[in-house]
């Protein structure tokens, strides 16, 4: 009998990660608040869920994949929530990036109901959804990681435990942080480079073939100054994770003078209405402050 899989968030990135369950012959009961993405699930193959609830009752295993701590705190444990229908022995993994705190209280509170909790948040953004090359960050117990290694293969290529729980938010939390730093730091080269009058394809090209090389410059830089910055990532979601990681820098006793920088200008990009755009788009701030824009023609 092929394994029912519980799906909760069908988003930019929980869609294709669920389409890809469909495509490795797991089934899929599926709930989202939108329900254009749900019955799109449902046309691949899949099953609709009317709530939470119904998705604990009929699966065992439950992934969510929600916007932050709140959203999966209220899956939970709201009216016909995941607690209103949990099987024994269920497990939840949550793909959210959220709080290592509230995820470490949150495992506390389902073990007292005999149900794991997995945190896994992942990294690769939409293009890394779609074709399930993601990397997962699992805090938890490894045993049952490795049970169920098969699963995350499905959605990802770079599974790893990172310790109890907490520990794969953390480790999210730190992706986040040099995310952020890679972003700036090509926006401010582009921007130096267009300032100068030197040729902006010519400096992205010299200085990928060097120490400078990283995915930045590989996959957004070429988009960045074409004006393109269509979202893989949101840059409300960029904010959100970098609040979470400034929060657990507090919580540890951790400087982050770089990452407060980034925190600062992608909550201008919210505040001035471009939450919606792609986290590159924090090149846009920069232009802002520095009059120029760093286009080619």
């Not at 949101?234 to 006793?253: N, P, S, V």
């Not at 920088?261 to 755009?277: F, N």
Request: hydrophobic share 40%.
């Amino acid at each position: 009998m092929t394994q029912l899989i519980g799906f909760i968030g069908l988003g930019i990135m929980g869609f294709p990660m669920a389409k890809n369950l469909l495509k490795s012959g797991y089934s899929v009961i599926g709930y989202n608040r939108s329900e254009h993405n749900l019955k799109e699930l449902v046309n691949m193959g899949g099953v609709a869920a009317k709530n939470p609830k119904e998705v604990a009752e009929k699966a065992q295993i439950i992934i969510t994949c929600l916007p932050n701590s709140k959203s999966v705190l209220d899956v939970v444990f709201q009216k016909e929530g995941l607690i209103d229908g949990f099987q024994p022995e269920s497990i939840l993994i949550d793909c959210s990036t959220i709080s290592p705190k509230v995820t470490i209280e949150l495992s506390k509170k389902l073990s007292n109901s005999n149900i794991s909790l997995l945190d896994a948040p992942i990294s690769g953004g939409e293009e890394g959804a779609i074709k399930a090359s993601l990397s997962i960050m699992v805090g938890g117990s490894k045993k049952l990681l490795e049970c169920h290694m098969d699963l995350f293969l499905a959605m990802g290529e770079t599974i790893t435990h990172c310790g109890e729980n907490g520990s794969g938010q953390i480790a999210k939390a730190c992706n986040q942080i040099v995310v952020a730093a890679q972003m700036v730091g090509v926006s401010e080269a582009l921007l130096l480079a267009k300032k100068s009058g030197a040729d902006i394809e010519a400096v992205v090209s010299a200085i990928s073939g060097g120490a400078a090389s990283c995915w930045t410059l590989s996959n957004r830089a070429p988009d960045m100054i074409r004006g393109n910055f269509e979202p893989g990532f949101f840059a409300e979601y960029q904010y959100k994770d970098l609040k979470i990681a400034t929060d657990a820098g507090r919580e540890f006793g951790s400087p982050m003078p770089q990452t407060m920088v980034a925190h600062e200008l992608y909550k201008s990009m919210v505040e001035t209405g471009m939450g919606r755009d792609g986290n590159s788009g924090v090149l846009k701030i920069l232009e802002l402050l520095a009059g120029t824009k760093a286009r080619i023609e």
